[in-house]
């Protein structure tokens, strides 16, 4: 498994750029869920106000909004292509994006050398791209915490992973009594590091060439 880091200078319009310029605020999100064309993600910025909400709230882009706590908001946006790209060429991203006036970062995750070429070709309908520090991933400090654990272990017996599934984000969030941005991120971290594990034991089993 490898991992890069895409740089992103966007020309499709985007609320987020919009937010970056309007406000001249650089910021990082974390995206928890992509689901038909939508974009599920955790805003950060530290110091948010009513204003910089009042933005998304009134954002044609936006579909729903919600203050987490002082510094965040979990935003459903319709999806500019960027994180489509990711997912349908096979990449996790790992970290959260960075996002400026004038560029984001990626850093993303991904199997073959040719599923990053396909990215960037996605990447490059959207602007300018820049490829940067691709380097294989050390898996050996990507062990689950207890947490992720509990969380994925949780989902995994209420059917949440089943199709269609059992249950929902919103009904796994109340039943361990946390919100459902926080539960999306544990789980979307104990499963990229379950993937790479399980690669891992693939490509080392007796036979494999």
């Not at 991992?3 to 937010?19: N, P, R, T, Y």
């Not at 933005?55 to 909004?65: C, S």
């Not at 850093?107 to 996605?122: G, K, P, Q, S």
């Not at 796994?172 to 499963?191: G, N, V």
Request: hydrophobic share 40%; proline share 1%.
């Amino acid at each position: 498994m490898f991992q890069a880091d895409i740089h992103l200078q966007q020309d499709k319009a985007c609320v987020l750029d919009d937010f970056a310029d309007h406000f001249e605020e650089s910021f990082e999100i974390a995206i928890e869920e992509l689901h038909d064309h939508l974009v599920t993600f955790v805003f950060e910025l530290a110091g948010a106000s009513d204003a910089h909400l009042e933005f998304f709230e009134t954002a044609e882009q936006v579909q729903h909004v919600e203050r987490l706590d002082a510094d965040n908001f979990l935003v459903t946006k319709t999806s500019c292509g960027a994180y489509s790209a990711v997912d349908r060429n096979h990449g996790i991203l790992r970290r959260r994006n960075f996002i400026s006036r004038h560029r984001r970062v990626y850093t993303v995750l991904f199997f073959r050398r040719e599923d990053l070429r396909a990215m960037i070709e996605d990447f490059k309908a959207i602007g300018t791209v820049t490829l940067d520090k691709v380097k294989q991933f050390d898996e050996s400090a990507n062990r689950l915490t207890d947490r992720q654990e509990e969380v994925i272990r949780h989902a995994l017996e209420a059917g949440y992973f089943e199709w269609p599934r059992d249950v929902t984000s919103d009904e796994l969030a109340a039943e361990m009594d946390i919100s459902r941005a926080t539960l999306l991120e544990h789980m979307r971290k104990a499963e990229s590091k379950l993937l790479a594990s399980a690669l891992d034991d693939a490509d080392s089993a007796p036979g494999r060439t």
